[in-house]
DNA sequence: GTCTATACTCGGATAGAC
DNA sequence: GTCTATCCGAGTATAGAC
């Protein structure tokens, strides 16, 4: 997806629909063709999100430790971090949100498979002694996701934000003591 | 800063500047009297920011406990952050910042200030054995004004992010045992 | 200093030929 | 399906009266 660069580098608005048009090498017209309109085009960028996120889950829900397959997770989320127009994107997506109710739903779909995800892993994280009980599973991978957000906010290039990421995690979740081998009596 | 409001609720560009002047109770002309241009306009906005933060720095710079200090500034910057509005308007000016390098300029002598106020904090949190001697300070500081940042983006109304900033903050901080009795020997 | 009126530009979207 | 040509609205900025 050509546009995607573009609205990333440049921002909706500042993106002319015969910018995108000559970057793919076609005319406005043709663009109109497949797309009903500007808003849809850029929708279509984050449309392919959803079943990333779904088999990004499915690949770490069964995994043997839950805290490790935690960070995995936000570490692929995290991974484009590094690359400064991301960051345009995530802000460029924030933006629209707010004016395109369906880019808000279609954004939420994807944010929804993740935050489910992340929960059943602290859930288990939480029933395995792992991760602290007074933590509210659902309430906590939302805030994790809002760390994820965080590291594309710090993106600065040649910049890795694992090391941060999984610092900002491991003590948010660890129970008090930083205790983590009694499951139970 | 009535344009403030506007900017932060419809976005910069899809707020004309007649808009403004209506809101104003005067006409376009006029405003274009008073500023270059729309983007100086904008600007404007968070030209008052810089003493702010000053002042706030200077608040709690010569506090006796340096985290405590850290914890109270964060939360002094994430106050606005269950205002939807507020997260609209960070949104814009991270968005705006990428087109107008004078707009950068300003908001990054504020960021630099909070970051340099908040890495002296941490220094001293370090020298006293309240905090990771690992960490590098200003890099740190940059990590919570990011997460700071990422509080106003996952914006809910009603919902205070005070309790997992605090907890997120005191688990990245940390020494490793959660030990922090020992100053030196 | 503030207004009305408007010049000028740009960009989304469409018409209609091929 | 893809093009060229164009309509149309919107919005910044200015001219010039008062």
Chains 1, 2 share one sequence.
Request: charged content about 25%; cysteine-free.
């Amino acid at each position: 997806m050509e546009a995607g660069r573009l609205f990333a580098a440049q921002g909706y608005d500042r993106t002319s629909v015969a910018e995108v048009a000559k970057a793919v090498g076609t005319s406005p017209a043709s663009v109109f063709y497949y797309f009903e309109d500007k808003a849809s085009l850029f929708r279509a960028v984050f449309e392919r999100d959803l079943p990333a996120a779904e088999a990004l889950i499915a690949r770490h829900v069964e995994a043997p430790d839950p805290v490790t397959a935690i960070l995995d997770v936000l570490d692929a989320l995290a991974r484009d971090a590094a690359d400064p127009s991301a960051s345009g994107m995530l802000i460029e997506l924030l933006r629209r949100a707010g004016d395109d109710p369906e880019l808000l739903a279609v954004v939420g779909r994807t944010a929804n498979v993740l935050r489910e995800g992340l929960a059943a892993l602290i859930s288990r994280g939480i029933t395995e002694g792992a991760i602290d009980p007074d933590l509210d599973a659902t309430e906590t991978a939302a805030w994790l996701q809002a760390i994820v957000d965080a590291t594309y906010l710090n993106a600065r290039p040649g910049h890795s934000p694992h090391i941060e990421l999984h610092r900002t995690v491991l003590g948010y979740l660890n129970p008090p003591q930083g205790r983590q081998e009694e499951p139970n009596g």
